[in-house]
């Protein structure tokens, strides 16, 4: 069974720093593309950073230069360095797993963590 756990979360003040990990299990790391999201209530999830099992990354425009989306295939986890912390990046972050297959044909499957807070302060 697949299962993506975040952790790191926390409450911090304006100009602060927080990091985000993410670690999964059950499935070959390797292969995923992955993505950190974010929700405030009453708001649709957006997306934050993701990063392509090559390596390559895309962020929000919101959070371009302040955060840092990192991956590390032998312990099978992906971080969310975040810097320069502003209280509109209060939300709950979860980390979104993309499995990805090729071969034998085009295959992917979503999975999704519980979410962590990050609340931050003014």
């Known amino acids: 069974q697949v299962q993506v756990v975040e952790s790191g979360g926390g409450l911090v003040q304006a100009g602060g720093s927080l990091r985000l990990s993410c670690v999964t299990s059950?499935?070959?790391?390797?292969?995923?593309?992955m993505g950190w999201y974010r929700q405030t209530p009453g708001k649709q999830r957006e997306l934050v950073a993701t990063?392509?099992?090559?390596?390559?990354?895309n962020y929000a425009d919101s959070v371009k230069g302040r955060f840092t989306i990192s991956r590390d295939n032998a312990r099978d986890t992906v971080w969310l360095q975040m810097n320069s912390l502003k209280p509109e990046d209060t939300a709950v972050y979860y980390c979104?797993?993309?499995?990805?297959?090729?071969?034998?044909?085009?295959?992917?499957?979503?999975?999704w963590g519980q979410g962590t807070q990050v609340t931050v302060s003014s």
């Open positions: 990063i392509t099992s090559r390596g390559t990354t």
């Open positions: 979104h797993a993309e499995e990805v297959y090729t071969i034998p044909r085009p295959e992917s499957f979503d999975y």
């Open positions: 059950g499935t070959i790391f390797e292969r995923n593309n």
